[in-house]
């Protein structure tokens, strides 16, 4: 999940690179469109996510909500490999990678203990709002880069707190063999 989130955080790299595309104005997606290292680094960041999938399945526990959970982030990740791949579809697959995490969050909420839902509740939260502001964004058109980078942000943020919970929970226990 680490190198996951890192590789979708690569779209920073527009901020040391000459890219020609306004942090302002144009959508985060656009730089898909310029240097290849963004292209690149959304492919990596998709491979991370959909093999991150089949290791949380095993470390979440056996019921529906556990598992929802970490089939999203494996289809975050084909949804990211997708987004490389045809960067000109990067509007209809920026929704559906926002869908996908909304069902990922809404999942957490139904089997993380409290403390831990709690931060699960408030990403959903920001997730609507993020989304929603982007929308409201692209309608009056202003600052449209501003909102979706800050959306890529709240991604970025959402796993990394998922791979954490991931990394410090205890493990589970199994029933020992008997013979």
Not at 94 to 108: C, F, H, N, Q, Y
Not at 132 to 143: E, G, K
């Amino acid at each position: 999940m680490g190198l996951a989130v890192l590789a979708y955080s690569g779209w920073l790299l527009e901020f040391f690179l000459p890219t020609g595309v306004s942090p302002v104005h144009d959508p985060v997606e656009a730089l898909l469109t310029g240097p290849p290292v963004f292209r690149v680094l959304l492919a990596v960041s998709g491979v991370a996510f959909l093999l991150a999938g089949p290791p949380l399945h095993r470390l979440g526990p056996v019921h529906w909500t556990a598992r929802l959970s970490s089939i999203s982030v494996s289809v975050f990740g084909v949804v990211a490999l997708l987004q490389a791949a045809y960067p000109e579809q990067s509007d209809v697959l920026s929704l559906l990678a926002t869908v996908v995490l909304t069902v990922g969050v809404i999942s957490l909420i139904l089997w993380w203990p409290p403390g831990w839902r709690a931060l699960a509740v408030a990403g959903l939260v920001i997730v609507l709002v993020t989304w929603a502001a982007l929308v409201l964004a692209r309608q009056l058109d202003t600052a449209e880069g501003v909102v979706s980078r800050f959306q890529q942000v709240v991604r970025a943020v959402l796993y990394g707190v998922g791979g954490a919970y991931a990394f410090i929970k205890p493990a589970p226990r199994h029933a020992p063999r008997g013979g």
